[in-house]
């Protein structure tokens, strides 16, 4: 089972999950960041290191974010693998918790 990365995330992309993933799953877009569901290992480290909750296993992933699942294998096959922590947008903060960020996304 893959985790998968949900749109809080979106205008956010910090980047405390790469640093801790194993395999190197993270891809990265202009302002979000996607989990390669071929490569996850489903070790969890992601997870607790995401400091807007964004990332969860694909079985939970919250009502209304299902179509993240295919996005995050859409993507991952489009953008470029990120293997260490960079900073995170300048305005993250802001975004955090703000709701239908979808249409934000800048591919």
């Known amino acids: 089972m893959a985790h998968v990365v949900t749109e809080n995330c ?53 009502a209304g974010q299902e179509g993240f699942l295919a996005l995050n294998a859409e993507l991952a096959r489009e953008w470029p693998v990120l293997t260490s922590k960079i900073p995170a947008m300048e305005d993250a903060g802001q975004w955090d918790g703000v709701p239908d960020k979808l249409r934000l996304l800048k591919r």
């Open 10 to 62: 979106i205008n956010c992309k910090h980047t405390d999950c790469v640093e801790v993933c194993p395999v190197d799953c993270f891809h990265e877009g202009p302002n979000f960041l996607v989990i390669d569901p071929d490569e996850c290992i489903d070790c969890t480290l992601c997870v607790e290191e995401c400091p807007v909750g964004a990332i969860f296993p694909e079985l939970d992933v919250p």
